[in-house]
């Protein structure tokens, strides 16, 4: 098994899927893309391999938030946007706790933007599962920070006329050191993603590309549908060339201070060529481009784009009060109450 | 040099004000100046009163600061109303405060600061020190600029460090008008400049000249004499609200052995609770600065999911913003301390200066039915008890408490009686044990209807909370209405059965009688004050002053009743009265408001107090 935070106590027995079920009815609609999330969040819990009281879920409001109410873990089920901040919250008093973070493009990209990249730029130790079905569902179809530009809602009967963020884009905005996407048709590469996240010390946010059945069907099948993934979606791997295509034909290079597309066996072009991918880069320079780039000139990147190393808040935090207990002359409460002037009467 | 025996003026009390440009060092002097009375035995309270600009334009009237004194050989309850001795650096500040001054007032000015522009942009037309109209004050007239550069020459100092050290000439002249010692100032002076030695020298050179001058001029005729004040025996220091409130918060913490979180915004006047907490990491605080208001209190929501003494602390707006969470901390149930250091409004408002209206946004502005505690501290040095008590309250009771202090208290400074933390009163929050078979996240005490406290991390105790309603007891999501009947019911008898675990409400004064004078939070110092003034007159008036606000105290209705008059003071426009009379449909309860974001003047209060009592 892969080095996971030793922070957090380990179980003493394997769990199982079993142990993280919830005894409460999933309310969520038939065919919705978070039943898939929940699977792979079920069957990635045992595999990390902590207590399983050591698991502590945080949401905000949305279908996506709902979420803690069907892992049977510890949890909170929050405010909107405020999911971030609270999560922060729980990890700084206990950063002994796996904290995770179920939430959505409307809750953490409008109204808890504030909140979302803050916690991305104090590298909190939170792994956040972020379900990008570009509209609002549980209002019921009104669009969202993701929904593409011109896209007819409930509350764009013309079209959108905003630009929507690109999540990867934002998160390396925000100085993120973890970034991973994921489609919610593959549950394998979401758990594995999962897991990277869960082993990453820091803000991991994993988007899922999360289907809407009822408000925004399909908003994900132009590239992540069967019929065109060989040709949208590339699929990045620590250590392997960039390449995708049915047959891994093509692949991308760095050309000038863009990336390009190009065809193995044209014009001179070899695997050698073609991009490595390094998701340890701390220079989030490739990381960028490669969270920006998308159909129709380019396909979309799937897998872990970012996981660099850096220090994290909560465990900066844990220092300072180390170095304090270790150097203050105040240790308790008496001490510090009759610390520098005082006088007898 | 021989020293003449000065006559002595023995004084009860006696008020300080040291106003100057807001570069002009009055926070440091008044500080030098209040922390000798202290050694002296006096008892004494301090406000600095500042701009809200950090440097506004030099010679302004926005940019005057000051720092006032109150000492006495007597308790002293208030800052002060009327000073009797101002030290007025520039024009702009004399003009600014020169309405505070007593008749017949000392007021020591710096001449050289007197000069045409600087009168001019105070908005003097003529010189005031010239014009005659201070004929009724006792002006002391001295070049403190001249004399401080005149004193430094011999060691070489640049001409601004040695006009920056002009507030110790003025200070060395206060110390002779007040006979006060200058060897504990030397001695501070040694320890706060350890790292730039030539300080010290300056300072001490330019302290010594300033009383040296005042001696020589004959400053004043008499020495100004404040004796020691009788106070309980033990060990004292001087503290800020501020201070108390982070402290009681930390004494909290240790007291019922729950780390402390806080999690909060910078917000005027309530930012130093924020900083002196950053400080005592060695206690084991975490003290998170976040993004804004809201993320301060959801981050605090969450620490105390996980088992800390969690609390915000901040100033009106921020309490606009952390409405929608306090209900998420009502919804779950958990213990959240909301410190609400008030400040004038609405909206920005006066931020420097202080009221008492966000009691209305403390009691119900939330959506749906929200209730919490809401405790008010009424003294600076009492910060530190009600903030212990508002966190006591809160674990034990495992429901938000908001802790009302204002400005004044907050910057304001008092005299503390330092207490041992053994004897502090027992905090016992309802921890629920690992494993334990029979744990429901919404069963509770039967006592006191507050659930238990299960922390993340704790064996066989996984549950969810959250901000929909739950079912009773098992704590599901539920809409059932009954339930919801039933939760709202118990969410709000939890809370005002808080009345059975908090004193009686006091009363000084008797039981009965014409008048009652009620007031809550921070204008103890001024109603108490008026109101001991009215029994020297003779007359009989009592005074019942709240800090339990939600729930009120048990006796609370029946002190109403022995009453024929209740006139209820407050800084706002009538927010505890109109509670009040919601709670006790009284015709008798008549109101006295002030909203100038100013403390209540003594002598208003017993205006008002005497006409109630002539009026048949």
Known sequence: MDFVNMTVERSKVQLTKTDFESDQMVKWCPGCGAHAILAAVERVFPKIGYRKENFCIVSGIGCSSRFPYYVNTYGIHGIHGRAAAISTGVKIANPRLSVWMATGDGDSLAIGGNHFIHIIRRNVDINILLFNNQIYGLTKGQYSPTTPMGKVTKTSPQGTIEHPFTVGELVMGAQGTFFARVPDNNINMMTEAMFEAAKHDGTSIVEIMQNCIIFADKAHNEVTGKEVKDETMLVVKNGEPMVFGKNHEKGLVLRDTRLEVVEIGQNGITIDDILVHDQYSQDPGIHLMLAKIAPPNYPMVFGVIRSAMFPTYDDMVEEQIKYAKETSKIRNVDDLLNSGDTWEI | MTKKKRPVIEREEVVVKFVGDSGDGMQLSGTMFSDVAALVGNDLATFPDFPAEIRAPQNTIAGVSGFQVHMGSSKIFTTGDMVDVLVAMNPASLRANLKWAKKGATILTDTDAFEEKAIEKAGYKKDPLKDGSLESYNVIKAPITTLTKESLKDLNIDN???????????????????????????????????????????????????????????????????????????????????????????????????????????????????????????????????????????????????????????????????????????????????????????????????????????????????????????????????????????????????????????????????????????????????????????????????????????????????????????????????????????????????????????????????????????????????????????????HAHFHYIMPLPKNTGDILKGFKKIVVCELNSGQFVNYLRMKFPMPNITQFNKVQGLPFMINELTNKFNQLLEEK
């Open chain 2, 160 to 542: 601004k460090t040695a006009e920056r050290s002009k507030n110790m000439f003025a200070l060395g002249i206060l110390y002779y008008i007040f006979n006060r010692d200058l060897k504990p100032s030397f001695h501070y002076f040694e320890q706060k400049f350890k790292k730039k030695p030539e300080l010290i020298q300056i300072n001490k050179v330019v302290l010594q000249s300033g009383y040296n001058y005042a001696e020589t001029i004959e400053a004043l005729e008499s020495v100004i004499q404040v004796g020691p004040a009788k106070m309980e025996k033990g060990r004292y220091r001087n503290i800020t609200g501020n201070t108390g409130t982070a402290w009681g918060l930390l004494a909290a913490s240790e007291k019922s052995g729950r780390p402390l979180f806080l999690g909060s915004y910078p917000i005027t006047p309530a930012t130093e609770i924020l900083m002196e907490l950053a400080k005592h990491k060695s206690l084991g605080a975490k003290v998170f600065q976040a993004e804004d208001e809201i993320a301060g209190i959801c981050s605090a929501i969450g620490a105390s999911y996980a088992g800390s003494l969690a609390c915000t602390t901040t100033s009106g707006p921020g309490l606009s913003l952390k409405s929608e969470a306090i209900g998420l901390a009502v919804m779950t149930e958990l213990p959240l301390v909301i410190v609400d250091v008030q400040r004038g409004g609405p909206s920005t408002g006066l931020p420097t200066k202080s009221e008492q209206s966000d009691l209305y946004q403390a009691l119900f502005g939330r959506n749906g039915e929200c209730p919490v505690i809401v405790v008010a501290a009424s003294t600076s040095e009492n910060c530190f008890y009600y903030a212990y008590m508002a966190a006591k309250l809160a674990m034990e009771h495992m429901t938000p408490c908001i802790l009302l202090t204002d400005g004044y208290l907050g910057f304001g400074s008092t005299l503390f009686r330092i207490p041992k933390m053994a004897d502090m009163p027992p905090i016992n929050p309802p921890m629920a044990q690992a494993n334990d078979p029979e744990y429901k996240p919404y069963k509770r005490n039967p006592e006191n209807l507050a659930r238990q406290w299960a922390i993340p991390g704790t064996e066989g105790l996984r549950h969810r909370i959250g901000g929909l309603e739950k079912e009773n007891i098992m704590g599901t999501v539920s809409t059932d209405p009954m339930n919801h009947q039933i939760m709202t019911d118990l969410r709000a008898g939890k809370v005002e059965k808080v009345a059975e675990y908090i004193p009686e409400q006091e009363i000084d004064g008797d039981p009965t009688g014409d008048l009652l004078v009620v007031s809550w939070g921070g204008t103890y110092g001024a109603v108490h004050s008026a109101v001991e003034q009215m029994h020297k007159e003779g007359k009989r008036v009592s």
